[in-house]
């Protein structure tokens, strides 16, 4: 796809969303953002205030505009999806929503999962479930992943990519709280709470990511594709990593039958396989070579 494009953003306002958007004007892209307004968007981006669940809104903000890539970061319900299906149905060439690795949820294989794993063509979709509620849609947020992707997947207003998102580390920006959480139990000598079998799991750096979002705006390929870096992950591993940075903490793993875990932390095998992103043409990093650094960032101690 040529330089120069028009892409719309919505969410794109934190974390590996401002990346992307820094790298897409810096490729000489026309990008807007939309979002609710409650922070603005990277400058040189143009902005749009709207709320994604209301379609009237979602029209009334966008006119006549039409866009050559629409990149979904916010998607989290099949009605989002729904709503989005309709109003950008002849406005875009392309549509790329943020997925995640949680679409994988009830899997449980030693063997790294692939794409064919989940085929959103299959997924059923229900409406009428209570998306509205946060504390719904909070507990099943794999689930709002793989309708929205169904949603998409079931129409023919545009093609649709799925990037199914490893989990996210690095950046002082990190809002998750996840590493903290770590380096404070650590830091206190506090049990580690994690299943009796803990099981590794597929990660990707925030640049990374951010790149390959990029990357994939300007390629043609559709449907779903695993977005993770090389290698798998242990709890013990990234405990290790933090406390090189808590040089008088103690790790104290301690496995519960009942109640809930660590974050980082898994009783299932559902390692992402991101072959297909090689075969298309993006080649991953190690995630053990980038992963002190990560922990280094988001824990305030630079690049140390």
Not at 11 to 33: E, I, P
Not at 98 to 116: F, H, N, Q
Not at 217 to 234: C, K, M
């Amino acid at each position: 796809m040529e330089k120069g494009r028009e892409i719309l953003v919505i969410g794109g306002n934190r974390y590996f969303g401002k990346r992307l958007v820094a790298r897409l004007l810096a490729d000489g892209d026309r990008v807007t953002v939309l979002n609710r307004g409650s922070s603005p968007p990277v400058l040189g981006a143009a902005h749009l205030v709207a709320d994604r669940n209301d379609e009237k809104s979602l029209r009334d903000a966008l006119g006549s505009r039409t866009f050559d890539v629409v990149v979904d970061q916010v998607c989290y319900t099949p009605r989002q999806a729904d709503v989005a299906r309709r109003v950008f149905a002849g406005r875009t060439r392309r549509y790329v929503l943020t997925s995640t690795v949680e679409v994988y949820e009830y899997e449980d294989s030693p063997a790294l999962v692939r794409e064919a794993a989940v085929d959103p063509l299959t997924v059923p979709v229900d409406l009428e479930l209570p998306w509205d509620d946060p504390e719904f849609l909070d507990a099943h947020y794999g689930e709002g992943k793989r309708q929205a992707e169904a949603v998409l997947a079931a129409g023919p207003e545009f093609p649709y990519v799925a990037v199914r998102v490893a989990h996210v580390l690095g950046g002082a920006d990190d809002f998750t709280g996840r590493l903290a959480h770590y380096a404070d139990r650590i830091r206190a000598g506090a049990p580690i709470a994690v299943p009796p079998v803990n099981r590794p799991a597929t990660y990707v750096h925030v640049e990374e990511i951010a790149d390959f979002l990029a990357w994939t705006v300007g390629e043609d390929f559709t449907g779903p594709v695993n977005a993770a870096s090389h290698g798998l992950l242990t709890t013990e591993e990234i405990c290790d990593a933090v406390t090189a940075h808590v040089p008088d903490g103690k790790v104290l793993l301690s496995p519960v039958e009942v109640g809930e875990v660590s974050p980082f932390s898994f009783a299932r095998s559902y390692g992402m396989d991101d072959s297909r992103a090689t075969e298309l043409g993006f080649t991953f990093d190690d995630v053990r070579r980038w992963l002190p650094r990560a922990v280094a960032e988001t824990l305030g101690k630079g690049d140390a």
